[in-house]
């Protein structure tokens, strides 16, 4: 489904839908088969992975990590999982 995201939040992750975070603070954000939107004033503090999927940042957004395609599991205490991490 979609989402409108907006204050703080630790982990958010978005299937088969849009995401819409503005001026928000998100620790790590997972996204698969969807659209992220980072609205203005949004600061993402840590990595963004995304696997089918379409980000698309405002000017002035800060992304502290990476955005990348990982293979994802999800998404804990504010940070990606990957398959290696999970096991």
């Known amino acids: ?20 975070v503005t001026g928000a603070t998100v620790e790590g954000i997972a996204i698969i088969n969807g659209t992220l939107d980072l609205g203005a004033g949004t600061t993402v503090l840590g990595d963004i992975g995304q696997l089918n ?19 994802l599991l999800g998404c804990a205490g504010g940070r990606l999982l990957t398959s290696s991490e999970a096991l």
């Open 53 to 71: 999927s379409e980000v698309i940042q405002a000017q002035g957004v800060e992304v502290g990590g990476s955005v990348s395609v990982p293979p």
């Open 1 to 20: 489904g979609d989402a409108r995201i907006e204050g703080t939040v630790n982990s958010l992750v978005v299937v088969d839908g849009t995401a819409t």
